[in-house]
């Protein structure tokens, strides 16, 4: 089935108009993406504030494992750009399916890995005395669950960022919202029981956004073996080529390398976190996840960026390439300045939403992730007049 090749001019014409239409639906995608656990933790901080803690411990283990795998799927979302801007549409199909291969059997390696060092991973961290007692084992049963559902996230983020490459960015964010509104509804029911379902507490929000994953990666393989959106995956494409999957490991071992440090920082974090109080453990998620949405622009934008410059790359434009850099540092740091301010000014009314069980820790959990979005806030606004700099941006030569 012949590929309908994008048509939004990113190898020609203006810059800004292709690159706002690439990425506005990326910038929603990781919107929904975070939406995923904010709304684990709307639920699970109507159950008790040491769920909401348990969360701040499992994600930066769970992201340390899984940026592993990101680092390959962008390598073959920038490979796909390159051979669509080049005009290779089959070689373009060929990384894509590689990719897809390669990723899925990543993903159930990290999936058995993952599942059988959770207590190894959470007994490093140096956890005050109630924090390990209360907090530390949900955050088990939540990385158990999670963990064996992983391959179907590295599903949907491998049809994601290979449609991304190709100049498809509205599929991925259509089959997300779809995702995201299930997840919403399996939440309460899983979390608190309903009728003949019986509540599982954190558990349950586990297995509801294992679920929903699924669903995604379901919808997302169906678009790529059977459409003709994006790239056009056939199953011959899937066997192993050595030549290709060198190119997608050569060019994601760096990506991987630079992610993974990125979340080995934030394990070392959470485990300095640990030592305190639960309050202080379930303030220090809340306002991760309040400021993560800050970086949703600089997030989608790059991203945007990546297959501009990608394509562009493919179709001999070095110069427009530098150009989308440039434009999107720009961008990326008004954005984030606007943003900010509202994460520095209003901190409590954002953080206070997502406490509503009857508790005596609420009240000061909310006033210590209040300090730490208000804190965010001013690091994020000078990050952003830094990302907006000419000499942030790469010189050719």
């Not at 590929?3 to 990425?23: C, K, W």
């Not at 449609?163 to 599929?171: A, C, D, K």
């Not at 998620?285 to 493919?314: E, H, K, W, Y």
């Amino acid at each position: 089935m012949p590929s309908t090749r994008p048509t939004n001019g990113l190898t020609e014409g203006s810059l800004v108009g292709p690159m706002v239409r690439l990425a506005w639906p990326i910038v929603v995608i990781q919107l929904l993406q975070v939406t995923y656990n904010i709304a684990d933790t709307f639920w699970l901080g109507a159950l008790s504030s040491d769920a909401v803690g348990a969360l701040s411990l499992a994600f930066p283990l769970i992201f340390f494992l899984i940026s592993v795998g990101g680092g390959f799927t962008t390598a073959g979302s920038i490979l796909v750009a390159q051979h669509t801007g080049a005009g290779g549409d089959e070689e373009a199909n060929a990384i894509a399916g590689q990719t897809l291969s390669f990723v899925s059997i990543m993903a159930v390696g990290i999936a058995v890995v993952g599942y059988f060092l959770v207590d190894p991973m959470l007994g490093l961290l140096p956890a005050d005395e109630r924090t390990a007692t209360h907090i530390v084992p949900m955050a088990a049963d939540y990385m158990r669950v999670f963990f064996l559902g992983s391959p179907f996230l590295f599903g949907f983020f491998v049809f994601s960022a290979l449609m991304q490459g190709y100049g498809e960015t509205q599929p991925p964010m259509r089959i997300m919202a779809v995702s995201v509104l299930v997840n919403v509804v399996l939440d309460p029911l899983f979390i608190f029981g309903w009728g003949s379902i019986e509540g599982m507490g954190i558990e349950g929000a586990a297995i509801a956004t294992v679920l929903s994953r699924g669903l995604a990666t379901i919808l997302g393989l169906y678009v790529i073996f059977g459409t003709d959106i994006g790239p056009q995956v056939e199953l011959h494409h899937l066997r192993p080529n050595v030549d290709r999957i060198r190119e997608i490991v050569t060019l994601g071992v760096p990506t991987a390398a630079e992610q993974s440090t990125s979340s080995m920082a934030m394990v070392v974090l959470t485990g300095m976190v640990a030592t305190f109080p639960p309050a202080v453990v379930a303030a220090y998620g809340l306002g991760n996840r309040l400021s993560s949405l800050v970086f949703l622009p600089a997030m989608g934008l790059g991203q945007a960026t990546n297959t501009m410059v990608g394509q562009n790359l493919g179709a001999k434009r070095a110069d427009r390439a530098e150009r989308a850099v440039r434009l999107a540092g720009g961008l990326v740091a008004g954005v984030m300045f606007a943003v900010a301010l509202v994460a520095f000014f209003v901190p409590e009314p954002l953080v206070s939403v997502f406490l509503s069980a009857d508790e005596p820790r609420v009240t000061e959990t909310i006033k210590h992730g209040s300090d730490y979005l208000r804190n965010h806030g001013t690091h994020v606004r000078l990050h952003g007049r830094v990302a907006g700099h000419p000499r942030c941006v790469p010189r050719r030569g």
